[in-house]
C-alpha cells in the first residue's frame, strides 16, 4: 500500500477545491467563506494597427490582510507579456508608468480604469467577443486565474451592430 500516494490525492482534490472556488467569486458575494479575494474585469478589444493592448481588473479584499498583485500572465499566449501600469497625469499629459506591484488594502479595492491603472498587454490581438485566460500572480505566492472578456473599445451601444 503506498501510503504517500493516499495522502496526496485528498490534497490534491482540496487545492482544486480552493482554486475552482475563488472562480465565480466575484459574480456575488453570497458565498462569503470563499470570497476572500473577489476578482472581475475585462480586457479590450485591439485597435487596428496597434501592438498594445489593455485590460482592466477589479480587486476586492474582503480580508484584514494585504495583498500584492506582483505580475499577470497570459496563460494562453506563450508569446505574449503583461505589466502592470500606472498613469500619471502631468500638465495635460499623461504617461504611462511600469510598476512592480499593486496593493490591494486590507478591507480595501484595487480598481484599474481606463486613464488610471491598468494592464497593458503586449503581443496579442484581441476581437471583440473573445475571452482572455490570465493568471494573476500576488507577493505571496497565489496563482488565482480567471478568464476576461474582450469588450469592444466602443461601448456605446449604438456601435454594436457594426461588430461581426
Ligand atoms: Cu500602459
Known amino acids: 500500500m503506498n501510503k504517500a500516494y493516499l495522502f496526496a490525492l485528498p490534497q490534491l482534490l ?3 477545491t480552493l ?18 479575494l473577489t476578482i472581475r474585469g475585462f480586457a479590450t478589444e485591439t485597435p487596428p494597427g496597434a501592438s498594445v493592448g489593455a485590460a482592466y481588473l477589479t480587486l476586492d479584499n ?4 494585504p495583498r500584492s498583485l506582483r505580475s499577470i500572465v497570459l496563460s494562453q499566449h506563450p508569446q ?33 480604469q481606463p486613464g488610471g491603472l491598468h494592464v497593458m498587454l ?16 500576488f507577493a505571496d505566492g497565489q496563482i488565482l486565474e480567471l478568464e476576461l472578456p474582450v469588450k469592444s473599445l466602443m461601448s456605446d451601444k449604438k456601435h454594436r451592430h457594426h461588430h461581426d
Not at 62 to 65: A, E, G, R, Y
Not at 82 to 88: F, G, K, M, N, R
Not at 94 to 101: H, L, W
Open 19 to 36: 482554486l475552482f472556488a475563488t472562480l465565480p467569486a466575484w459574480a456575488q458575494d453570497t458565498d462569503a467563506q470563499h470570497n476572500q
Open 14 to 16: 482540496l487545492s482544486a
Open 80 to 112: 505574449a507579456t503583461a505589466s502592470l501600469h500606472t498613469t500619471e497625469h502631468h500638465e495635460g499629459i499623461s504617461r504611462m508608468r511600469a510598476v512592480d506591484a499593486l496593493d490591494v488594502p486590507a478591507q480595501g479595492q484595487l480598481e484599474m
Open 122 to 137: 503586449h503581443g496579442v490581438r484581441l476581437r471583440s467577443g473573445e475571452t482572455l485566460p490570465i493568471q494573476l500572480i
Open 62 to 65: 474582503h480580508t484584514d490582510v
